[in-house]
């Protein structure tokens, strides 16, 4: 039977891909006619970008990470579901798996649902194990990699049948939509290598700059955009200056078009250590560019190794070498490219996507 009204709840207060996933599906979901309301932290991402839209009603509240403990926040969160006679509600973070969730079980939601969009285990204590054998009815998590890295620690948390893959989904008619009109300049001679992501260890960005130094060294002719910012900014600036790089490799900062960002390149890098999907991928194969990254989590679900990029082990030299086979070869480039398009289209298309998610309502 299908479930109606649905509830997004997420009390992150900055914005992220669990933002984004949670503002698309919310949107989404009401353009389908569905009944939808929004809990989200006070002053937050979510909350701005849904303020005032058409058919949202939006539930602003100060949550943190003992709100569970607070019975007055408890009883406001149960008598908002009940007001509401939610018949599903979606989780974002932990946190809310213990206020959202358990207000809304005191609220006889019949449908609980945790989406889990990052590749760490879930820690084995007593009380995840009693708010997912006893609260939550459904997990959905965004790539097998993260199905993995969240039961490693205890495969039996949550019944298999319980757990649900669903992809992250990508507009692709909207993405096409926006003007394409390239961010950087280019020189002449040169091919453009791209990556994006906060300046994070786990992003990886330091191996980049390692490889430029080698593709340097070796004559290429080339430079790196990195788009992003982070608390390794100033760390992988010295870097870029120590490796003698910093001719070629360009810092960004905070990029609001990514259209127009992959419009500028000729290849797109992500040389993250681990990922829950990578949305910014599909954004580049979107925009029928190649990839080279690293065979990790879950890369190899959305990179192709041989038909949509080149993969290989995390290590700067072998991503010298894959970004050194792109740069010599354009047919290659294009090959990919347009395999990558056809995948996005194939896979993660935000239509498909949102039909696993109804799915996952229903079961």
Known sequence: MRSNRLCF????RPWGGGEHWHCQQALLARDRGYDVS???GNGSELARSLRGEPGIRLFEQPLGSLSFLNPAR????AAFFRAEAVEAV????????KAGGVAAKLAGVPRIIYRRGIAVPVRDRWLNRLLFSRVLTGLIV???ATRRCVLAENPNL???ARVHLV???FDVAAFDARPDTPLAPRRPGELLIGTAGRLTEQKGQ???????AMLKAQGERFRVLIAGTGELEERLKAQARERGVADVVEFLGFVTDMKAFHASLDVFALPSLWEGFGFVLAEAMAMRLPVAAFDVSSVPEVVAHGETGLLSEPDAGRLAANLRTLLHDAGLRRRLGEAGRARVLERFELGQTFAQFERCLDS
């Open 38 to 40: 929004v809990v989200a």
């Open 90 to 97: 979606v989780l974002c973070l932990p946190r809310d798996v």
């Open 206 to 212: 330091r191996l980049l700059i390692d490889a430029a």
């Open 158 to 160: 949550i019944a298999p």
């Open 167 to 169: 992809y992250n989904g």
């Open 9 to 12: 709840f997420n009390s992150n």
């Open 74 to 77: 408890m009883a406001r969160l």
């Open 142 to 144: 965004n790539s097998e």
